[in-house]
């Protein structure tokens, strides 16, 4: 099977498919049309202007194995994407009084080691706490004494944390209590998704409820969010879940996942949800004073820049065709996810893929591009 995988080629080819096309629904459709064959793995894709679809399709398999259509209604793993609704929570704590953004976490989850030096949940929620990710795992046990973190997979050799060695959720909050920071805090940025696992302890030792009710309860609930859910709990059955893959030699594999931790990533929800979530920016409903919670929401944690973006309680912050966007990536157990929100404009494109190998940012970069420059 072909696979059309470059960019730059795919977005010479359509420009020229769209140049017979009459609207920006027909450009997208096209660009899509041509991306994704009809036996692969696809995405569900949405447009969002003024709170309402301008676009709304899916493209290709939901379940290679069962061969069903991708629809508008899949429900997806949104991978780091979930990290915005993470921070929402912990907002909703702040408002409620039962937490400050600017305390020591170790106020709250007094297990956690003594770093030496504050770390402020504020300081977490954008990146700048100076905790490590999972991705630094060779580097915290090469360090002195850190033999003593070291994990060994059930099946024998190293630990993976993104390939699916399990471990259970207060397993894995037990262990990370003792790793090291990786930076000073507020030095600079360091994307950790120890961190917003992090969160979900911190709601629980708060409320007493899991992040997963409690975001529930206080979040989806209330807007409205009926597919939306997180998934803290091993092989939960989910209706109209969209099966996960990754390309391997030119040939599919399906991934699933044994880590069902909650907080940085393993929120299912549907495009539907999406743009009930993309309504509330505009017009918020959640907290005792929904506008100067949401202002708060979107202001960035610190100055402290990852390349040209600023980064907001889930959200990187940076500029393009001249008004400030917000967006986030994900990737996650066969999972590939995109969300960019433009508030000046109350423009959005949410992109939900089942297949590792898809780049949905890239996607959202030639559709606002359409939206923007429809001359181009």
């Not at 939901?62 to 061969?67: D, P, R, Y």
């Amino acid at each position: 099977m072909f696979k059309k995988s470059l960019l730059a080629a795919t977005v010479s080819v359509i420009g020229c498919l769209n140049a017979q096309a009459d609207s920006f629904s027909e450009r997208v459709d096209t660009a899509f049309q041509y991306i994704i064959e009809d036996d692969e793995p696809g995405c569900s894709v949405g447009v969002i202007e003024s709170g309402e679809w301008i676009f709304q399709a899916a493209y290709g398999l939901a379940s290679l194995e069962l061969q069903v259509p991708m629809t508008t209604q899949n429900v997806h793993n949104l991978a780091s994407v979930s990290k915005q609704f993470t921070a929402m929570a912990v907002h909703l704590l702040a408002d409620e009084g039962k937490i400050d953004l600017n305390e020591d976490i170790r106020t709250y989850l007094p297990a956690l080691k003594d770093y030496g030096e504050p770390v402020t949940i504020n300081a977490m929620l954008g990146h700048v706490s100076g905790m490590a990710n999972y991705s630094d795992y060779e580097y915290w046990i090469s360090q002195p004494g850190g033999d003593a973190l070291e994990l060994t997979s059930v099946v024998g050799g190293s630990f993976r944390f993104y390939d699916g060695d399990y471990l259970s959720i207060s397993d894995l909050y037990g262990y990370l209590q003792d790793v090291p920071l990786r930076y000073s805090p507020n030095e600079q940025f360091h994307y950790s998704n120890i961190t917003y696992f992090l969160f979900s302890m911190l709601v629980e030792e708060v409320t007493g409820q899991t992040l997963a009710d409690y975001a529930h309860q206080n979040i989806f609930q209330p807007l409205g969010m009926s597919d939306t859910v997180f998934l803290d709990s091993p092989s939960p059955v989910v209706d109209n879940r969209a099966t996960g893959y990754d390309k391997v030699r030119e040939r599919y594999v399906r991934l699933d996942t044994n880590q069902h931790w909650v907080g940085d990533s393993n929120l299912y929800t549907s495009i539907d949800d999406m743009l009930t979530w993309d309504r509330h920016f505009y017009d918020p409903q959640l907290g005792t004073d929904p506008e100067s919670l949401i202002e708060g929401f979107n202001q960035p944690n610190s100055s402290i820049r990852d390349n040209d973006s600023l980064y907001a309680n889930g959200q990187f912050v940076t500029e393009r065709f001249e008004q400030p966007v917000y967006s986030h990536d994900g990737w996650h157990a066969g999972s590939k996810t995109y969300y960019e929100r433009y508030p000046e404009s109350e423009f959005s494109i949410v992109i939900l893929c089942n297949d590792a190998s898809r780049d949905p940012a890239a996607f959202a970069r030639f559709i606002s591009q359409y939206y923007f420059d429809p001359e181009l």
